[in-house]
């Protein structure tokens, strides 16, 4: 069964760092673009960043700009955000997402969750001192 599986996340103080994990299961990810989203308590799930199938293009919303990195490793069919200078707002559930199949490789789609269409179980992310 095709499925992206997080991994990652956890307790965090403000001003340190997480990575977290999206690994493609029974399917081969280099063929979607990948986003990711974050819901933090109270709020609608906003996205956060996204990369293209060949990893060359990027995009993040101000609010994490400068602070999180998105990558990917295509021979291990898994993306990354590496989260730092996390603030307590950072705080929420977040998940990686799959584009429809076949997006040209350069590209990187709007952060909305309906241009995206395979979600993964999602990983819970807390920042406190």
């Known amino acids: 069964q095709a499925q992206l599986v997080q991994s990652g996340g956890g307790l965090a103080q403000p001003g340190g760092s997480l990575r977290l994990s999206c690994a493609a299961s029974?399917?081969?990810?280099?063929?979607?673009?990948v986003g990711w989203f974050r819901r933090a308590p109270g709020k609608e799930r906003e996205g956060v960043s996204c990369?293209?199938?060949?990893?060359?293009?990027?995009d993040y919303p101000e609010s994490v700009e400068g602070r999180f990195t998105v990558s990917r490793d295509n021979d291990k069919n898994t993306a990354y955000l590496h989260l730092t200078n996390l603030k307590p707002e950072d705080t929420g559930v977040y998940y990686c997402?799959?584009?429809?199949?076949?997006?040209?490789?350069?590209?990187?789609?709007?952060?909305?969750?309906?241009?995206?269409?395979?979600w993964g179980q999602g990983t819970q992310v807390t920042v406190t001192s």
């Open positions: 029974a399917f081969t990810l280099d063929y979607y673009a």
């Open positions: 997402a799959i584009s429809g199949i076949g997006v040209s490789t350069r590209y990187c789609p709007p952060l909305l969750t309906q241009e995206y269409d395979t």
């Open positions: 990369i293209s199938r060949d990893g060359l293009t990027t």
